[in-house]
């Protein structure tokens, strides 16, 4: 079945340090994927997003890029900040249904 | 004003007891879910609903059920809690696909209930 695999934390980086977190995924069919950020004491909220191969999504100076012939999904940062102290979750879309990677705990020291 | 609100926002109580959570949601979205997040576990998915008429079982739906009042509403119910349903339970939308925002539409979560079993 459809599923996502990401990179266990926890991440403790420095500010300013290079940040990675790779997803993978498991899918039939052509999923949108997702990355989304959890603040302490939120909800999820949507970082970004690629609806098809080769799409990069981009936000807040995060990427990812959608690769289809590795079936992967990695969210990358030049340079972290304190602020992006936070959960990461990957998730794919099939049309029906979401499946989210269990998180992936960044934090950030200054 | 929240897209999406839970309410309510803490709650303790014994085991046996009914609990019910509620979602309300001012997107316009057809599509409703429910989830639990557990440390380690991520999220897992609980009942979703694609409109009032349409309600489905997710992956870990034993021990719940859900009302669907209204587009706009969408309520979890524990008819009898037991400790291992302590968790951060979290209601999300999303528009269906083909609707304005395309296809592959991304979902909008409410800011959870944490809910304590004892």
């Known amino acids: 079945g459809d599923s996502v695999t990401q990179m266990e934390g926890p991440v403790t980086l420095s500010e300013e340090a290079f940040l990675t977190i790779n997803c993978t995924y498991t899918?039939?069919?052509?999923?949108?994927l997702f990355w989304y950020v959890q603040y302490p004491g939120e909800g999820l909220q949507l970082l970004l997003k690629a609806t098809k191969a080769d799409d990069k999504g981009s936000n807040k100076g995060f990427e990812a890029t959608y690769r289809k012939e590795t079936t992967s999904f990695h969210l990358e940062k030049g340079s972290v900040q304190v602020s992006d102290s936070a959960v990461y979750f990957c998730?794919?879309?099939?049309?029906?249904?979401?499946?989210f990677g269990t998180g992936t705990s960044l934090t950030v020291i200054p | 004003d929240a897209d999406v609100t839970q309410t309510p926002r803490n709650r303790i109580t014994k085991t046996g007891k009914r609990i019910m959570l509620e979602c309300s949601q001012t997107k316009g979205h057809d599509r409703m879910y429910w989830y639990r997040q557990d440390p380690g576990l991520g999220l897992r998915l609980i009942y979703y609903s694609f409109d009032v008429k349409d309600i489905n079982k997710g992956e870990i739906s034993d021990g719940y059920s859900v009302s669907r009042q209204a587009q706009a509403k969408f309520s979890l119910s524990l008819e009898s809690a037991i400790p291992n349903q302590t968790a951060l339970y979290f209601c999300a939308t999303s528009d269906s696909p083909g609707g304005q925002r395309g296809p592959y539409n991304e979902q909008f979560f409410g800011p959870g209930t944490r809910l304590t079993v004892l």
């Open positions: 899918a039939t069919g052509y999923p949108s």
């Open positions: 998730a794919l879309h099939t049309g029906n249904q979401f499946y």
